[in-house]
């Protein structure tokens, strides 16, 4: 099951990471406490959004074997999507 899941997110692109790290930091945004400054809350969302995406690309790198996620994304290269250039 665990395997399916890592497949599944190894094949987002550049646009569906952004977005999916762009969420998590809007609801970490929500939970900060209300006494943090807004110095702090803007590296605690900051912090939230990076470590997403990285764990995201990482996922992706990790999980596919290098000529599988060439030909993976071979199909968005040639449809114009800037994920090949994001992503290289």
């Known amino acids: 099951m665990i395997d399916k899941l890592l497949q599944y997110i190894s094949h987002f692109d550049s646009h569906h990471r952004f977005i ?9 945004y ?3 406490p209300e006494n943090f400054n807004i110095p702090a809350q803007i590296t605690t969302v900051y912090v939230a959004f990076a470590i997403t995406v990285l764990i995201l690309a ?20 040639r449809v114009g999507s800037s994920c090949w250039y994001l992503l290289w």
Do not use: Q
């Open 20 to 28: 999916i790290a762009s969420l998590v930091a809007g609801i970490t």
């Open 58 to 77: 990482w996922t992706s790198m990790l999980v596919c074997h290098p000529a599988i996620y060439r030909n993976c994304h071979a199909f968005r290269i």
């Open 30 to 32: 929500f939970y900060i």
